[in-house]
């Protein structure tokens, strides 16, 4: 199955949190072919790690192994690009979306979500908003429905 994860559940590969044994049961359930990725989760997820470190979550050796792992790990996933077609549509998807708090970077994650529609069987955020909006349009985040 090709899947598709956000930053705040791809982080949880890496960092133990409360929802880290959800992501790690949806790997164990499937048989997981491809793993796409926002080129955009380069950017969150490093800055992720960064403030993990700020708010004394982890040490900075902690982070620089962690960040190491994900630069290891990152030939395994496919990342996609963010091109004017992807922004345009997140500005759209603002528009639709900005009253119920749909904020810019999650606005890409959902604009790259619904360009793999066609290719991606289950889309994995840990962020109720954005796992409620790509319910909306239609995109399968949970794995016993459909």
Not at 31 to 54: A, G, H, N, P
């Amino acid at each position: 199955m090709k899947i598709f994860l956000d930053t705040s559940s791809l982080f949880k590969l890496y960092h133990r949190e409360v929802d880290t044994v959800i992501i790690e049961q949806i790997f164990s359930r499937v048989s997981v072919t491809s793993v796409y990725l926002s080129e955009i989760t380069k950017v969150e997820f490093t800055s992720s790690v960064w403030k993990k470190v700020r708010t004394r979550e982890i040490t900075e050796l902690e982070a620089i192994k962690t960040l190491q792992l994900f630069e290891r790990d990152s030939a395994k996933y496919t990342f996609i690009v963010t091109d004017s077609i992807v922004l345009e549509q997140a500005r759209n998807l603002t528009t639709k979306y900005g009253l119920r708090g749909l904020r810019t970077l999650d606005s890409i994650q959902l604009s790259i979500a619904i360009s793999l529609r066609a290719e991606v069987g289950l889309f994995v955020t840990s962020d109720n908003l954005l796992k409620s909006l790509l319910s909306e349009e239609g995109l399968k985040t949970d794995m016993s429905t459909r």
